[in-house]
């Protein structure tokens, strides 16, 4: 288990660094719009692994939940990096909501069985997290 969720993380540093080296600095806005896409949504496989898999983390061993909980900063330091301002606790905080608020929403919009309500799930906390201030 360690060894898979290993190799799925790091999907939003990758991102960052492949936008950076085309000369497009990855936003919050961009990777709020590609986390909740319907390509994301509907290949849990190639997206991120705490939407896929958090369940089967939350069960597995000290080392692949310290791998978990060093990505998690990671991923929270990421965005957090990705807000504007000089209050880095206001920052944190709402990179913290950003990234519960993603997760949760991919988790319910792939287990819902109706495809409207999926989709209505992914737009409303993509709305709601890009009109935050």
């Known amino acids: 288990m360690a060894e898979a969720v290993s190799a799925a ?20 806005e961009k990777l709020i719009d590609d986390y909740v896409s319907d390509v994301h949504r509907k290949n849990p496989g190639a997206g991120c692994a705490f939407s896929a898999l958090a369940p089967e983390i939350a069960c597995s061993d000290k080392h692949t939940r310290a791998l978990t909980s060093k990505q998690v900063l990671d ?48 737009k409303t906390v993509a709305g709601l997290l890009n009109n935050l201030d």
């Open 75 to 122: 991923d929270i330091g990421l965005i957090t990096g990705l807000l504007p301002g000089k209050d880095k606790r206001a920052a944190r905080s709402r990179a913290i909501l950003t990234f519960s608020a993603l997760v949760g929403a991919m988790s319910l919009a792939r287990a819902v069985s109706d495809e409207m309500l999926s989709r209505e799930i992914l």
């Open 9 to 28: 993380f790091g999907v939003w540093q990758r991102q960052k660094e492949a936008a950076e080296s085309r000369g497009q600095p990855l936003s919050f």
